[in-house]
């Protein structure tokens, strides 16, 4: 299996380069960096310009509903613009898996012989795998979501820290977005199991990455509100 991987990652977090300085260069000698872009926005006009430029990028301008606030958040949009941008330019390659990175990743020695083993466990038709699980999801997990000896059907709500692609996943990924999108990115996959074949790792198996202490950069600096009159 060809793999390609993106750690999507803004310049102006200088504390989080070295993180992922360190993973780019571990998975050299098992993936290709996938050449695509991390978008940032900010403003209004900055979504203006990307979907000016992508017309398919259909995001419902009222967002969601969380703590009694409607909207997005402007962070939020250029995580889904990224990966957006990312799932097209892997479906120009011929790589069969695309890996997907937040530059808050930490991982250990034996990350990528582990995801390889936990992907093989996988039905040939899967979508999408979630590489990790926070642990204040573990208590959803059930006997009745187990699939193989380390991998089960997705049961978390957040953390889209590392997860893989199939080039069937990225298709279909690409295809419901242009139905409309009025989720943030985990919850598109995690809250939509009937419509991906998702899985994810157990809460007792070896975890190969997990989150660094750092700041959120999004979800503490930007507010969320409805996008009037971009779309």
């Not at 999507?8 to 780019?24: A, C, G, K």
């Not at 900010?42 to 203006?48: A, Y």
């Not at 990028?57 to 941008?85: M, R, V």
């Not at 380390?150 to 957040?158: A, H």
Request: a negative charge; hydrophobic letters at 35%.
């Amino acid at each position: 299996m060809k793999f390609a991987h993106k750690v999507f990652h803004i310049e102006s977090d200088s504390d989080r380069e070295w993180l992922v300085e360190s993973i780019n260069i571990y998975l050299e000698k098992y993936s290709t960096q996938l050449d695509t872009p991390t978008i940032q926005i900010r403003s209004d006009e900055d979504l203006f310009n990307y979907y000016n430029n992508n017309k398919d990028f259909y995001i419902d301008p009222n967002g969601y509903s969380l703590d009694g606030k409607q909207g997005w958040k402007y962070g939020e949009l250029g995580i889904w613009a990224s990966n957006y941008t990312a799932w097209k330019n892997f479906l120009k390659t011929d790589f069969d898996s695309l890996i997907l990175m937040e530059d808050d990743i930490t991982f250990n020695d034996n990350f990528f012989p582990i995801l390889e083993k936990y992907i093989a466990e996988l039905p040939e038709d899967w979508d999408i795998f979630s590489f990790f699980v926070p642990f204040d999801q573990y208590h959803k997990y059930a006997l009745h979501k187990s699939y193989g000896e380390n991998t089960s059907l997705i049961y978390q709500d957040w953390s889209c820290l590392c997860y893989v692609l199939s080039r069937k996943g990225a298709q279909k990924s690409l295809d419901i977005m242009r139905q409309k999108v009025s989720l943030p990115l985990d919850w598109f996959y995690y809250r939509q199991t009937d419509k991906f074949n998702g899985f994810t790792i157990k809460p007792d198996v070896e975890q190969g990455c997990t989150l660094a202490r750092l700041e959120s950069t999004f979800q503490n600096k930007h507010e969320r509100k409805i996008i009037d009159g971009v779309f």
